[in-house]
């Protein structure tokens, strides 16, 4: 049987082939898909996030990681669901009102997804309604609001206030963008900020209590 490790190793390096069978020995050994998920295949994506933050890597490398764990995900997750495993934690992600650009919202909510959040991504333009309607609807843990236009950073500031009204206990609100700043998110209230995709996944750990 195969190690933790070299399944780690597989998926940091993007190995999609690799990592794929890998997967499929541990699952012919009896191994539980969760401690393939949690002990191979998260452990990869946390590296590539690290790397991405230190800037070692680049968005082309993350994606090519994040398509050989989807794949391995493509194994596992019918047996996940077959066994009632979800992952433990739900965020809300989106573009704040009036923003269509989402580079950065996808690949805050890939790397998410790596760390074995359950990510609902709700897309552009999203309204504060909407932001609040879906943390109450999936009792989100985390709310990720991004944008990239100056523009539309009242909208952000709408949509925290919203979030912040509805009562929502135990959800931690996070935003980022290129035009958005530490200062800005203390200024309208939001628990934390990620200036890109590879802190987003520490901080939304942080926001959580999981451990790293």
Same mark, same amino acid.
Not at 97 to 125: C, E, P, S, Y
Not at 146 to 165: E, F, G, I, N, R
């Given at each position: ?70 794949? &391995? ?54 309204? &504060? ?84």
């Amino acid at each position: 049987m195969p190690s933790f490790t070299e399944l780690t190793q597989a998926v940091a390096a993007g190995k999609r082939t690799e990592t794929v069978r890998l997967t499929q020995e541990f699952l012919a050994a009896g191994t539980p898909p969760q401690n393939i998920v949690e002990q191979g295949l998260v452990p990869g994506m946390a590296i590539v996030g690290e790397k991405f933050r230190r800037n070692e890597i680049f968005v082309p490398e993350m994606l090519i990681a994040a398509r050989a764990m989807k794949e &391995a995900l493509k194994l596992l997750e019918p047996l996940l669901v077959a066994a009632g495993i979800k992952p433990k934690y739900t965020a809300i992600i989106g573009t704040a009102q009036g923003d269509l650009h989402d580079i950065g919202k996808n690949l805050v909510a890939m790397m998410w997804r790596g760390a074995n959040f359950n990510v609902i991504d709700l897309g552009t333009n999203v309204s &504060a309604d909407r932001y609040v309607a879906a943390a109450r609807e999936h009792q989100a843990h985390l709310v990720g609001i991004s944008a990239l236009l100056t523009t539309t950073m009242p909208a952000m500031k709408d949509a925290v206030l919203a979030l912040k009204a509805a009562g929502l206990a135990g959800t931690k609100i996070v935003i980022g963008g290129a035009p958005v700043t530490q200062d800005f998110a203390n200024e309208i209230g939001a628990d934390g900020f990620a200036a890109d995709a590879g802190s987003a996944v520490e901080l939304a750990r942080q926001m959580v209590g999981a451990a790293a």
